[in-house]
């Protein structure tokens, strides 16, 4: 059975750095294209980052230049080195792979809380 734990956050000033890890278990990690997303309050959960097996990266516009996802698959772990924060990045950040069962059966980690002050 999967099992997804993110780590890493806290609270940070604007213009500060955190960097999140989600370590995944219960599954070849390895094969699979993983992804970052956020939910912040009153608001739906969006897409962040995605990092594909082979270590292609694409990154939503409003975080591109800033945060930086990187994984280490002998370690099963996916990070999210954010950069540059602004109070808009506050948000539970969770990470998931998107072409899984388990994401189809919408099975999410419990996040971890960033929350950036102005």
């Known amino acids: 059975q999967v099992q997804l734990v993110e780590s890493g956050g806290g609270l940070v000033q604007a213009g500060g750095s955190l960097r999140l890890s989600c370590a995944a278990s219960?599954?070849?990690?390895?094969?699979?294209?993983m992804g970052w997303y956020r939910q912040a309050p009153g608001k739906q959960r969006e897409w962040v980052a995605i990092?594909?097996?082979?270590?292609?990266?694409n990154y939503a516009d409003s975080v591109k230049g800033r945060f930086t996802i990187s994984r280490d698959n002998a370690k099963n772990t996916v990070y999210l080195q954010m950069n540059s924060l602004k109070p808009e990045d506050t948000a539970v950040y969770y990470c998931?792979?998107?072409?899984?069962?388990?994401?189809?059966?919408?099975?999410w980690g419990q996040g971890t809380q960033v929350t950036v002050s102005s």
């Open positions: 990092i594909t097996s082979g270590g292609t990266t």
């Open positions: 998931n792979a998107p072409g899984s069962d388990w994401y189809r059966r919408n099975y």
């Open positions: 219960g599954t070849i990690f390895s094969i699979y294209t």
